[in-house]
């Protein structure tokens, strides 16, 4: 059985509406897709074949309808060619899961798979025809990059923030206060949205005096919990009250006031 004329590719477009769901708890916005995963995402377009939501329910069904294949991942160059899929890191980096044709021909609803990243370029297949491709306009000009439709799409940036009412700062560790000038003292950073701890880039750390908080690199950096810590190591450096910022997937957290502090000698005659 043929669901999708031979000459005819699906063509995707993007939609933010939140459909009549009896089976997700709705859609979170584009801009801030949880890094943990989970997420509903609805991709809407054209020439998506006939609607299998009815049989959700009935394996053999299912495995019967026609394959929806998504795949997303960030955007970090461009052009690119799209008639080619790639699962190596590059722009589908990510491949989302439950994906099924909810509106039959215009609607294709997907669960988001764990990631980081923004300016997401977007894919689908359905039935082993692929599309165009949705994805973001790094030249902010309108041209389209070789897309279908230009928008962009991003997983939640990193945020450092204190866990549980018992913490009043988001960093500790022996390099918090008082730490050595010459570095190496470990700095743990809590928050949200750092991303899984395997598969990914390492995360970057920077802190220094506010409005400076680039100056000093932290170094051998990792999420040390999923989504949720990093452990660091400080740099050489010198004073106190520096603040601090986190990178993951190429967006900054906020600047959090973390007071990280070295030690000062005393001098003596």
Known sequence: MTYLEPSTMPNLLWSQSSPDLQNAPGLNGIYDLATSGGDFVLITGRNFGP???????????????PAVHVTYGPVTDGPWDYNEETNDGGIFKYTATDCYVFT????????????????????????????????ADLNDDDSNNGCAYNLSTSYAPPSVE??????????SGAGLMGGTTVGGQQLVIAGNSFGPSEGEDAPRVTYGPPGEEDRYAASFCEVSVDFSQISCLTAQGVGTDHSLAVFVGGQKSNVYGANISYSVRALHD
């Open 104 to 135: 039959s021909n215009t609607e294709v609803l997907c669960t988001v798979a764990p990631g980081v990243g923004a300016n997401l370029t977007w894919r689908v297949l359905i039935g082993g025809q692929a599309g165009t491709s949705l994805c």
């Open 51 to 65: 609607n299998f939501a009815d049989l959700l329910n009935s394996a053999a069904s299912r495995n019967a309808a």
């Open 162 to 171: 204190p866990m549980g009412a018992s913490s009043s700062n988001a960093v």
